[in-house]
């Protein structure tokens, strides 16, 4: 049994969650990664990630098909953006709705197996989805060149409340600018909600049934309990998190391209997911901002900058720290990350979150001894 | 009381009044004269530095074009700032630079990895654009993400100068205000090499197509369609592959039993060196078909590419935007700057980056402020020449740069590495000119604040 925490412990828990997403633009300001781009990809990220962790991480079903239903969502909110009007709140939801819908499909025709078969078939499903995207669908998806807004497109709605002009249009909450930190606040909003509601099914008796189907789905059927249903909703309800981080990556820069679908993209997410610890609540989002943190920020040195950070060095062993550290970021990222990940799975199998654990453990002993069992029983369950 | 009393005269009146009235007039002048320089995006303002971007491919398909285009940018930078040997700018006529940065201030740069992907390179350059403050982007290779980053430009008001990007869309239908390319394009390779191909390998020819799946290879398949159709060939089948696929074994069998006796690789960069290398392996160049030799042509070529397909690329005809071995002073100091530097000459990834860098450059210089829309008016139609590729006109209807094109041939017996390529031709460049109206586009507004 999970040790069950009041729901007093919960709401204080989200309100320092939504105290630490919504200070980001101060915090991160000292990592160099305090600009719109890179925080909107935090929370948006992190919505994907507390999304599949209700699959993965309650349930165990390791889904390699989730980047399509962030597609789906992308496509939705840009063709809702080009026919109807730049205002974010039908793209988001329509997009959410859409990959719900695509969930329900692909989760009626995976679910029908478990373990990797359930992996491969999601994987298979996917991948048609990128390929359809990037061939066949062209007319919907303007194939690899990717969807874009045109000032020629038709939005009916802003058409007949707003003067036609020239530019492209902005995407707009009611006339606040989206692209900018506009953005970031109205996604970490969707972030905060969701992750309450993740929170909710977490506490929930659906989130124990899920925790049971991984477990041991076999004593769960033969006590009489039909699984499939239960997994079906918890493959939807991810299935429409990716969807509105899809809509949410097209209402901050209204651009779908064909390979936010590809195999690499659902890979991803689960990197993120085991590198913060699956089943647990911060660990997606921690593994999230954690990637997406090398990807944008640690890709972008060049030996310009490692010079300036070991100037501290006499000039010698300067040039042997540039050179070493060097093969480590700018194009050497995606090996920082690889040996970062490595480390993490052999070290610590449970996450980054296990890492934290164990450090609070060490430094609070008394406390750690009668904390210790819950937290295994948090990793096994 | 008169005393203490002021009498408002007539002519006082009037006095107050037009002074009133000349100072209203021209208050919004000196109000609207500060805004206008504080309107635009990222403004160098009293800053003694000015920041420019350079976002290329570090990693995947064109990754060691990516490369060369970074060096090339870090050369451009130190010629802007004086160091060095000035290199082009020494050349370069008519021209503003003067070995001083841009407007008195010193160039830094910050770089980024596009990852051969519009997604990641629309967030690279958002980086750039909102944390580091660029004042201008540049970078290339692949046509789709420099689509992407053009349109982003426009949207967030920052001018984006093209690197390398061969696509007709780049300044055809997707053509951007604040995108600009000194790179020819596809319709201009299929122009300049048809009469050559007419000419070497003949008129009664069926060619098979191997393209690249994205906006490149499909506009640079149709170009080179047309053209050969146009001498009488005829096209047995086009063959799309996906970018980056490594084996391309199974699009090499099919070509044997098809026919033809020509095949067009429409690749570029890893892609075409394996294409190439598998194609040469399967014996294709050894076949006779059709009672002729066959051929390969491949449309792009460059010497990055001719160095990884390394013997293979012997008598493969194509065309290339510039090659190192041009005699012109510009080319031959461009060479001797980048040689000094790195010691291996520059490849045409890299000669039309360290253009972009300095026509930028040089645009800021004449128009004399970095308010985006002045050095876009002072780039179009900007005529000029000493840059590798002789006259030069950077057409303002659609941002797309006229100049010699020239058609090359893998070197039989090279003297050195890095000479795999002679020049078969150079096509004059009123050869390789269309109408502005030729593919369908809309620049878009100056203004974008």
Redesign the interface.
């Known amino acids: 049994m999970m040790i069950t925490r009041s729901p007093r412990h919960d709401m204080m828990m989200i309100g320092v969650f939504a105290l630490v997403v919504l200070t980001m633009p101060i915090w991160l300001a000292p990592f160099?990664a305090?600009?719109?781009?890179?925080l909107q990809?935090f929370v948006i990220f992190g919505i994907m990630a507390v999304g599949y962790n209700i699959l993965f991480g309650l349930t165990g079903y390791l889904s390699f098909g989730h980047a399509a239903f962030l597609g789906v969502g992308s496509y939705s909110a840009v063709w809702m953006f080009k026919l109807f009007t730049m205002n974010v709140i039908p793209a988001v939801i329509i997009g959410t709705l859409m990959a719900g819908v695509f969930a329900v499909v692909i989760g009626y025709v995976c679910l029908r197996r478990s373990g990797i078969y359930f992996s491969i078939l999601t994987l298979a499903l996917a991948q048609m989805c990128y390929n359809l995207a990037?061939?066949v669908l062209t007319p919907i998806t303007n194939?690899?060149?990717?969807l874009?807004i045109r000032?020629t497109d038709p939005r009916i709605i802003d058409a007949m409340f707003l003067e036609p002009t020239?530019?492209?249009p902005?995407t707009t909450l009611f006339g606040i600018d989206m692209?900018?930190y506009g953005g970031f606040y109205f996604c970490a909003v969707a972030l905060i909600i969701t992750f309450f509601i993740s929170v909710r099914i977490f506490r929930s008796p659906f989130g124990l049934k899920l925790r049971a189907i991984k477990s041991n789905q076999n004593r769960l059927n033969y006590t009489g309990i039909n699984t499939r249903p239960y997994l079906l909703i918890a493959f939807v309800i991810s299935g429409m998190y990716a969807g509105l981080a899809g809509s949410l990556l097209a209402v901050t820069?209204p651009?779908a391209?064909a390979?936010?679908m590809q195999w690499t993209a659902s890979g991803e997410i689960v990197l993120m997911t085991i590198l913060g610890g699956a089943g647990t609540l911060f660990g997606p989002i921690l593994g999230a901002w954690i990637i997406k943190y090398f990807?944008?920020i640690f890709?972008?040195f060049?030996d310009g900058r490692l010079h300036e950070i070991f100037s501290f060095l006499p000039d010698t062993l300067e040039s042997i720290a540039v050179g070493i550290s060097a093969q480590f970021v700018?194009?050497g990222?995606?090996l920082t990350l690889g040996l970062m990940f490595m480390l993490i799975v052999i070290f610590l199998p449970g996450g980054l979150i296990e890492g934290f654990n164990r450090i609070v453990a060490r430094l609070r002993p008394g406390q750690a001894r009668r904390r210790a069992p819950a937290v295994e029983e948090k990793e096994a369950s | 009381m008169s005393l203490f009393k002021k009498e408002i005269s007539r002519r006082s009146a009037l006095k107050g009044a037009s002074a009133f009235a000349g100072s209203a007039i021209a208050a919004p002048l000196v109000f609207s004269k500060g805004a206008w320089a504080q309107e635009f995006l990222n403004d160098p303002g009293d800053s003694p530095t000015v920041t420019l971007g350079f976002n290329v491919p570090?990693?995947g398909a064109y990754?060691d074009e990516g490369a060369d285009e970074l060096r090339a940018y870090e050369l451009a930078v130190k010629h802007i700032n004086g160091e060095g040997d000035g290199g082009m700018i020494n050349t370069m006529t008519p021209t503003s630079l003067g070995g001083n940065g841009l407007l008195g201030k010193r160039v830094e740069y910050?770089?980024?990895?596009t990852q051969t992907?519009?997604?990641?390179a629309?967030?690279?350059a958002?980086?750039m654009i909102?944390?580091d403050g660029v004042i201008m982007f540049s970078g290339g290779s692949s046509s789709?993400v420099a689509?992407?980053q053009q349109?982003?430009a426009?949207?967030m008001g920052v001018i984006f100068m093209n690197g390398l990007t061969h696509s007709n869309?780049t300044t055809g239908k997707?053509r951007r205000r604040y995108g600009f390319r000194h790179f020819f394009n596809a319709y201009m390779s299929g122009l300049a090499l048809g009469p050559v191909l007419a000419d070497q390998i003949g008129t009664e020819r069926r060619a098979y197509h191997l393209t690249a799946?994205?906006?490149w290879g499909w506009t640079q398949e149709e170009s080179i369609v047309n053209t050969t159709e146009g001498l009488g060939w005829e096209t047995v089948e086009t063959v799309?592959t996906p970018?980056g696929a490594g084996d391309f074994s199974q699009y090499i069998t099919p070509v044997l039993n098809s026919g033809a006796d020509v095949l067009v690789l429409n690749h570029y960069g890893r892609d075409m060196v394996n294409s190439l290398t598998q194609a040469v392996q399967f014996g294709l160049r050894d076949r006779e078909a059709n009672g002729q030799n066959f051929e390969v042509v491949v449309p792009l070529y460059s010497r990055l590419m001719a160095q990884g397909a390394g013997e293979n690329i012997a008598g493969i005809l194509g065309t290339t935007n510039w090659h190192w071995t041009l005699s012109d002073p510009g080319s031959q100091a461009f060479v001797a700057s980048f040689g000094q530097e790195y010691g291996f000459p520059p490849s045409q990834a890299a000669h039309t980056c360290y253009c972009q860098a300095l026509l930028y450059a040089n645009a800021v210089e004449m128009a004399g402020t970095f308010y985006p829309p002045e050095v876009i008016r002072a780039l179009e139609d900007f005529e000029f020449d000493g840059m590798g590729n002789g006259p030069t006109l950077y057409r303002g209807g659609d941002h797309q740069c006229f100049k010699d094109v020239l058609v090359v041939q893998g070197n039989p017996d090279p003297t050195s590495q890095f000479d795999l390529l002679q020049v078969v031709q150079e096509v004059p460049r009123e050869q390789v000119t269309y109408p502005v109206d030729f593919f369908e586009g809309?620049l878009?507004?100056y203004e974008?604040s």
């Open positions: 160099g305090a600009y719109p781009d890179l990809k990037y061939s194939g690899e060149t990717g874009q000032p020239e530019r492209v902005t692209t900018g820069d651009l391209g390979e936010r990807e944008n890709s972008a060049n700018g194009e990222w995606h | 570090q990693t990754a910050v770089t980024g990895d992907s519009a997604d990641e629309r967030s690279s958002r980086r909102e944390r789709s689509i992407a349109s982003l426009q949207d869309d997707d799946d994205y906006t799309r970018l809309e878009g507004p974008v």
